[in-house]
């Protein structure tokens, strides 16, 4: 395999935004942001699975396998994670891959390493300008040597991906979508509407909504809670930005540059795991620069860190109190690790401060209420008025409603110049000729449709329009038939979780 990776040796750039750092898990209690870990030590019983023991050591191996398949793109596979259970996702990802593993033995599937090697010339992540790249999968072995994985590592992956495919076809790659169905679901979605519509918008009606000073005082005691300052929070933070200027150094002093800084990384994390650390011992002990940022709300970051939206995510989600210092979060340009210094939490806003806003809140729901009230009523008389052989312009005059010109719109391509036509369209097609649709509600207020007609026109690219219909409801049947199997085959599996979430 070592021999498969360096006949493929050339100039490729590895940047440090495609390095996955595996400094957390899971599995064995580490800091993980604030989500559910499951504790113990790696020798520990972490679960069963088809009467065999596995302890935590073991599953975090099958966890960091993932990192394989999502560093090489292997995005069908990626989706195993949420077939099965959904109530222990964290677990999915090692359980289902032992499921996987049970299934292509039982089924009698051994993908061959020359297989693997020819699928993974495939690969996505592998491929530059559409062809296989021999930079690329010589660095995929770099990097993943990098952090503790083998070349038999990827393919032993690559073969649980052709493993996963092959079972997909044999659950259901012989269904088929019937022509009828095909037919129906071409004349829903293509068909030509011909429709009228009536607008109703909630601005008019706020204009007649009053409101009363005990209501608003009434209104802001029972929802005192939506009307708080927002949170803020401050932060002292190290900054490893990734090197500059790279595609102006030779090869080897990129890499160096590269891992020079994920080493830099690695090492202020393990320092910062270790127990009562503290955020300006370690970084005076890595010699790292200290950056600040003062009380800010999640809204509002500072300029220095306001396009990095996963660190202001980790930064709010993060519990300070038993969490002192943050995991690496990798950034546009580098990654950071922070810790939380203040944490400013919000207050309660007087009714004065907030009267306006306790004051339109109850306008917009006086007003909704009547124009839903209006809705009803106009379409129960409009429908009333239809059914006695009416037409439907002589009815919104009397009502004194306007009647829109005639539109034509379909549900797969509905008019670009037509506002709200794709909601227009949809009920519509649920809608019989020569009435009245059910009230959409839209951005301004509601619409009631009119349709006047039905037409399935004849089209160029009609058999193309049907075959990517078969083709798209036969690949989501066949998606819900292998996870309705796959689902009972783990049930047979007999998993136990031995190892509690903290």
């Known amino acids: 395999m070592l021999e498969f990776f360096r006949r493929h040796r ?27 870990s499951l504790v113990g030590q790696p020798t520990d019983i972490a679960f069963t699975i088809y009467g065999h023991n596995y302890t935590i050591a073991e599953a975090q191996r099958f966890e960091r396998r993932m990192q394989i398949i999502y560093m090489l793109q292997m995005y069908d596979l990626l989706s195993l994670s949420s077939v099965g259970s959904r ?26 390493d020359a297989e693997a090697k020819a699928a993974m010339e495939k690969l996505p992540a592998l491929q530059e300008n559409g062809t296989f790249s021999q930079q690329r999968a010589f660095n995929a072995e770099q990097m993943l040597g990098s952090y503790g994985f083998k070349s038999s590592d990827m393919l032993e992956v690559v073969k649980l991906s052709i493993g996963f495919t092959k079972l997909r076809d044999l659950i259901g790659k012989n269904y088929v979508a019937s022509p009828l169905e095909i037919e129906k679901t071409y004349a829903s ?31 802001y005691d029972e929802k005192k809670d939506a009307y708080m300052t927002e949170e803020k929070r401050a932060i002292s933070y190290i900054y490893f930005e990734n090197p500059k200027d790279q595609d102006k150094k030779p090869l080897e002093d990129r890499k160096k540059a590269e891992i020079a800084v994920v080493d830099r990384v690695n090492k202020f994390n393990a320092e910062s795991n270790k127990p009562a650390a503290k955020f300006d011992d370690v970084a005076k002990e890595c010699k790292e620069t200290v950056l600040k940022a003062d009380l800010f709300t999640k809204e509002a970051p500072p300029e220095a860190i306001k396009a990095e939206k996963e660190l202001i995510d980790a930064i709010y989600s993060t519990n300070p109190e038993l969490r002192s210092i943050s995991d690496p979060i990798k950034g546009a340009n580098g990654f950071y690790i922070f810790s939380v210094t203040k944490v400013d939490a919000p207050k309660q806003k007087p009714l004065a401060e907030v009267k306006d806003q306790v004051k339109e809140a109850l306008v917009t729901q006086k007003a909704q209420e009547a124009l839903t009230k209006d809705v009803n009523d106009t379409r129960t008389a409009l429908a009333d008025g239809l059914k006695a052989g009416k037409k439907i ?56 449709v009119y349709v006047a007609g039905k037409e399935l026109r004849k089209r160029d690219d009609s058999a193309s329009l049907r075959e990517n219909l078969a083709n798209s409801r036969a690949e989501q049947e066949r998606n819900r038939l292998f996870d309705a199997w796959f689902t009972r085959s783990r049930e047979k599996a007999n998993v136990k979780m031995l190892i509690t979430q903290a």
Not at 92 to 98: A, P
Not at 413 to 435: C, M, S
């Open 87 to 112: 109530d222990d996702k964290n677990n999915n990802i090692v359980i289902n891959q032992l499921v996987l593993e049970k299934e292509m033995e039982r089924m009698g599937i051994h993908p061959s």
């Open 189 to 219: 979605e293509y068909q030509t509407l011909k429709v009228k519509t009536l607008s109703f918008n909630l601005d008019d009606y706020k204009k007649n909504a009053v409101v009363k000073d005990d209501e608003i005082q009434k209104y």
């Open 10 to 36: 050339g100039a490729f750039l590895i940047t440090v935004t495609v390095i996955i750092i595996i400094s957390f898990s899971v599995w064995g209690g580490m800091k993980n942001n604030g989500r559910d």
């Open 393 to 448: 312009e002589d009815l919104a005059k009397d009502k004194k409603l306007t009647l829109s010109a005639m539109t034509e719109v379909t549900v797969a391509e509905p008019a670009q110049d037509v506002k709200n036509a794709y909601l227009i369209a949809r009920q519509a097609r649920d809608t019989a000729p020569g009435e009245l649709s059910k009230a959409i509600d839209t951005d301004s207020g509601s619409l009631l």
